[in-house]
């Protein structure tokens, strides 16, 4: 949840230092998940399976912000930040 927030934030605020820390906090969530995943006891909780879930929605947040900022590298007249 916290990479998700930090991500939409710094997203919102445009705060570059935010997206390093979402980063960050995105890593520590994988190692977590991937710890929970292989204890057969957690493996098939409902958490567990919406903290997968999350974290596909910040790396679809990542990922599109990213395509977007590279098309508007590549095509500087069709866009425009607000």
């Known amino acids: 949840m916290n990479a998700i927030g930090l ?22 969530a994988v190692i977590q998940c ?9 493996a098939t909780s409902d958490e567990v399976l919406t903290a997968v879930n999350l974290m596909g929605l910040f790396e679809v ?7 977007v900022v590279l098309l508007a590298y590549l095509h500087p007249d069709h866009y425009v930040f607000i």
Do not use: C, I
Not at 37 to 42: N, Q
């Open 34 to 42: 991937r710890n929970l995943l292989l204890d057969p006891s957690t």
């Open 7 to 28: 991500a939409h934030l710094s997203k919102k605020a445009n705060v570059k230092g935010m997206q390093v820390e979402a980063r960050e906090e995105y890593g520590k």
């Open 61 to 67: 947040q990542l990922y599109l912000f990213l395509a």
